[in-house]
């Protein structure tokens, strides 16, 4: 079965720092992995996924995450925080590219940006 | 861009009553999810489905029913409401994999109160 780790339910960092969200993964199959992000009062949108195309993986609004197979990790980075960062961001794992089955979620880090 | 509508944004029950939440996709979708997001626990899956009058159940099904008999709409159901119950639901859909299919369209999301 897949699952996912997220390390911090909250990850605070000030604006223009660099900011780095922690996930690991378990699957048994080479997995398709996504980060999403939720705003406050919205629901979730697609930030980046990884495909089995290349390792390092470029989403929107300068975020971008490696897929590293030895460290089962998909961490989640961006080089300058900006205050409409914050909100809360979920790793995800499917073994069968989400479209059947859907996604197995992390719990979710809140990103607080201080300034 | 698809539109995931979920029918209401918060809704307060009592104990006991039967609830239907109702989601509608205007992309003529496949997959439709059901989740609920609690504080601390992420996104975790109720039910799903991938065809008309097919449903499938997800990680947390108990207490919980669905219906999916027109493809654009899928009807999750809490047949005896109970304060446990009392969370944030997602509602998402997607295409068939290699159209698309690892992305899931999220809707606003439906915040139920059982009291």
């Known amino acids: 079965a897949q699952s996912v780790t997220q390390l911090g339910s909250h990850v605070s960092v000030s604006e223009g720092a660099l900011v780095l969200l922690r996930c690991n993964y378990s699957?048994?199959?080479?997995?398709?992995l996504f980060w999403y992000v939720q705003y406050p009062n919205q629901g979730l949108q697609l930030l980046l996924k990884?495909?089995?195309?290349a390792t390092l993986v470029k989403g929107i609004n300068g975020f971008e995450a490696e897929f590293k197979k030895s460290e089962t990790s998909f961490h989640l980075t961006k080089p300058s925080a900006h205050m409409s960062d914050a909100a809360e961001y979920f790793c995800?794992?499917?073994?069968w590219g989400g479209g059947a089955d859907g996604l197995t979620f992390g719990k979710g880090t809140h990103l607080i940006i201080q300034p | 861009d698809v539109k995931v509508t979920q029918s209401s944004r918060y809704l307060v029950k009592r104990t006991g009553e039967k609830v239907f939440l109702e989601c509608v996709q205007d992309?003529?979708?496949?997959?439709m999810f059901w989740y609920r997001q609690d504080p601390g626990l992420g996104l975790r899956l109720i039910y799903f489905?991938?065809?008309?009058?097919?449903?499938e159940k997800g990680d947390i099904p108990e207490g919980y029913s669905v219906s999916r008999e027109k493809k654009e709409r899928f009807s999750l159901i809490l047949e005896s409401a109970s304060t446990n119950q009392t969370s944030m639901y997602l509602c998402?859909?997607?295409?068939?994999?290699?159209?698309?299919?690892?992305?899931?369209?999220f809707g606003s999301g439906t915040q139920l109160s059982v009291l």
């Open positions: 998402a859909s997607t295409p068939p994999p290699g159209t698309g299919g690892e992305k899931l369209f």
């Open positions: 992309m003529d979708h496949e997959n």
């Open positions: 489905s991938y065809d008309v009058k097919m449903k």
């Open positions: 699957s048994s199959v080479p997995p398709y």
């Open positions: 990884y495909t089995s195309a």
């Open positions: 995800a794992v499917s073994e």
